[in-house]
């Protein structure tokens, strides 16, 4: 029986055709699964960007709606606006509010601020530029917390008593009680406003918690921060608070816009 064999195999030209094709077929998968990776990876970067802008807007906006004093921006009167009487349109890079502390452990919250309200024997918030004059913890008293160099110069009554364009901002709490014991325990000024501060390090969002004089906590709640905007307005006998923020991370940017009504429960 004959038993044929073909030894004819590929040509050199054949192969090289072959290899050719499969170069061609693996640098074309390669670009697919390049680009769908970088797809995914783009996609996730994203995501990550939008989660931690939300989730800081989300803090921010939780803290004001339950605060018992918006504390920075100060409440800037603008009688000329017809639309707003006692509005606020100057806008900061921070947002300052109270911490809902309970100093004296007597179940109640700030109910008992003492003249100087943050309690850190400096004018004004400690390590802060209230009135953004480019001058922080300047020379003054301790009850000055608007830092205007006076100390106890308004009432909480909804009016410009000092007439330096703000209300309500350095008020004598011994007007609700007996010698600043507002809450008539016996001891006087014992529940400052304790301020939990926003503010931008460069790039990053931090969050700083003061306590008496001593500052407890300052962290990082976001990074690549290009934007951080707070206007504070006074509509119809309520605080609003604008925020504005903006993430870019050099190849994605996300904005946020929100306003929240300041819970504001320290009252006369």
């Known amino acids: 029986m004959k038993v044929l064999k073909s030894e004819k195999g590929l040509t050199l030209i054949e192969l090289m055709i072959s290899i050719a094709i499969i170069s061609l077929i693996a640098g074309v998968f390669a670009q697919m699964v390049g680009g769908a990776l970088e797809s995914w990876r783009y996609g996730n970067e994203k995501s990550e960007l939008v989660s931690t802008a939300r989730l800081t ?96 110069d308004e009432w909480m009554n909804g009016i410009d008593d000092d007439d330096d364009g703000r209300i309500d901002e350095d008020f004598n709490t011994s007007f609700y009680g007996n010698s600043n014991d507002d809450d008539k325990d016996g001891v006087n000024s014992e529940d400052p406003f304790d301020p939990l501060i926003y503010y931008l390090n460069g790039t990053t969002l931090m969050e700083r918690q003061n306590v008496l004089t001593a500052t407890v906590s300052d962290n990082v709640i976001a990074e690549n921060v290009s934007q951080f905007i707070v206007i504070r307005r006074h509509v119809d006998g309520n605080t609003l608070i604008d925020i504005y923020l903006k993430l870019d991370d050099g190849n994605n940017e996300v904005e946020l816009r929100t306003t929240a009504m300041a819970l504001r429960k320290f009252k006369p």
């Open 57 to 152: 807007m989300e803090r921010m906006v939780s803290k004001v709606r339950n605060t018992t004093w918006v504390l920075l921006p100060l409440k800037i009167s603008d009688p000329d606006d017809p639309g707003y009487p006692a509005s606020s349109y100057f806008p900061r890079d921070i947002l300052a509010v109270s911490g809902n502390i309970d100093n004296d452990e007597d179940g109640l919250v700030d109910e008992d601020p003492g003249n100087d309200l943050t309690g850190d024997n400096l004018p004004g918030i400690m390590l802060i530029d209230d009135d953004d004059d480019g001058i922080v913890d300047e020379i003054g008293q301790i009850h000055d917390d608007d830092e205007d160099l006076y100390g106890n």
